[in-house]
């Protein structure tokens, strides 16, 4: 899923007014469980914004030689 600079800017609003529930700009309501959450989302989207993933495994391989 592609996020928006938008979609971030409704998540900092949320925070900052503590509360749990965001409206995004084409209308979806999400309700989430709790500040902690929130920010969790946050991250998220900033870091896919930003173009960096999580790195989930690494595969090194070795040969002699």
Known sequence: MAFTQQQLDDLDEAIT??????TFADGRKVRYRS??????ARRI???RL???RRIRAVRMTTCKG
């Open 35 to 40: 500040i902690k959450e929130l920010k969790e």
């Open 17 to 22: 007014a503590g509360e749990l529930e965001v």
């Open 45 to 47: 989207v900033a870091q």
């Open 50 to 52: 930003a173009g960096k």
